[in-house]
């Protein structure tokens, strides 16, 4: 079982950055690909980013590519995801997933999830 808490939303302008976090119980943490996906109000939950069990590979959805960075550290079993330039369209709860599939953009490749952080921005 791999527990995961994410932290570090917030409040922020347009243009403005965030640091989001995700802590995660268990000893297997760098046996995971690990990833981001949000949630608008009204939408279903999409994919913001992945990256994989060596943090060597990382992959974007392009609405956040350029924008915002994944990376992971598997000796605190953190997984982060740096955002800026940041747009009102960014807002959302953003999820944290634990998973065995390389690469996956589907929210059904995960097997454990956070509770959700709250991001809003601003115009």
């Known amino acids: 079982q791999v527990q995961l808490v994410e932290s570090g939303g917030g409040l922020v302008q347009a243009g403005g950055s965030l640091r989001l976090s995700c802590a995660t119980s268990g000893r297997t943490f760098s046996t995971y690909a690990m990833a981001w996906f949000r949630q608008a109000p009204g939408k279903e939950r999409d994919f913001v980013s992945t990256i994989g069990w060596g943090s060597g590979t990382t992959y974007y959805a392009d609405s956040v590519k350029g924008r915002f960075t994944i990376s992971r550290d598997n000796a605190k079993n953190t997984v982060y995801l740096q955002m800026n330039f940041l747009k009102p369209e960014d807002t959302a709860v953003y999820y944290c997933?634990?998973?065995?599939?390389?690469?996956?953009?589907?929210?059904?490749?995960?097997?454990?999830w956070g509770q959700g952080t709250q991001v809003t921005v601003s115009s």
């Open positions: 997933a634990a998973g065995r599939v390389f690469a996956g953009r589907r929210v059904g490749e995960y097997d454990y």
